[in-house]
């Protein structure tokens, strides 16, 4: 008999809580549980084998947590882990268990917005590196062409809350016009980090009304609704109370206080440590 269990999410730092309080609104009835592996984070300049070996360790933690669908809140996870873990790992160490990442359902959804034809993506340096946007685009909407500009320093911004001082937003306009000033037709950004919806409005003021700035957290809340309707096998497996419950790899306090201002309410996370 299968086990049943919450849904859990993944991410290196904090930005997956954008996409769980999505996922909590499109599934209220669901329960949860988020994992972030804050002390390891970030994971954005890592490289692609340290990505996937502490990836492919928090999915198996929260396998341990009776978990049999994960989702990776994070792009880099996404982008440098997913696929290894989907083909090689999962039939070995849990055949019937399920890992979806964010990359697919935003590509998916982005080519349909522009109307230029040219969109522009804004990650970190690991997203934009591992080429997998360009890849996934090219499959869903291959007329449409992709601009990609890395921002190694918003993550840090955004975590330390730096990003409304004016050092801060120095950064935030420079990067913005650097992926604008690539291709005068970009009408549709997606913001491929799932921190940087923290900046939405601040990358819209300076992109103006005529571009779309799209954050992934609705993306994929909807296509993981649409996943459990075409897979019942799955949506059976899933408890559903309504509740919610954090872990983290950094010290708990420090957790708290960055996720309760990331969602906020207060948080109360418990430790986990590799």
């Avoid at 978990?67 to 055949?95: E, F, H």
């Avoid at 005068?184 to 940087?196: F, M, R």
């Avoid at 897979?231 to 919610?244: N, V």
Wanted: glycine share 6%.
């Amino acid at each position: 008999m299968e086990v049943l269990g919450p849904i859990g999410v993944f991410d290196s730092g904090y930005g997956g809580l954008t996409v769980l309080a999505e996922l909590r609104k499109k599934l209220p009835q669901h329960d949860f549980i988020y994992f972030g592996d804050n002390a390891r984070a970030p994971y954005g300049n890592r490289s692609f084998d340290v990505v996937y070996e502490f990836t492919l360790e928090a999915v198996k933690f929260l396998f341990d947590q009776s978990c049999p669908l994960v989702i990776l809140a994070c792009n880099t996870a996404s982008a440098k882990a997913l696929r290894s873990i989907q083909q090689k790992d999962l039939p070995q160490i849990a055949p019937n268990n399920r890992v979806l990442g964010v990359i697919r359902p935003s590509a998916e959804v982005i080519g349909e917005r522009t109307k230029t034809g040219h969109v522009g993506i804004l990650g970190t340096l690991g997203t934009i590196n591992s080429g997998s946007y360009p890849i996934e685009l090219a499959k869903f909407a291959p007329s449409v062409q992709v601009h990609q500009h890395a921002c190694p320093m918003w993550v840090p911004l955004i975590e330390n809350q730096q990003y409304t001082h004016p050092a801060g937003q120095q950064f935030i306009a420079e990067d913005t016009n650097a992926l604008m000033n690539s291709h005068p037709e970009i009408d549709t950004i997606l913001l491929a980090c799932t921190h940087y919806p923290v900046l939405k409005n601040q990358i819209e003021a300076l992109v103006g009304p005529a571009v779309q700035v799209v954050a992934q957290g609705p993306i994929v809340a909807d296509k993981l609704k649409d996943y459990l309707l075409a897979h019942p096998e799955m949506a059976s497996r899933l408890t559903k109370t309504g509740t919610t419950s954090y872990i983290t790899s950094e010290t708990t306090a420090v957790f708290n206080e960055k996720a309760s201002y990331f969602l906020g309410e207060q948080i109360k996370a418990e430790h986990h440590s590799f």
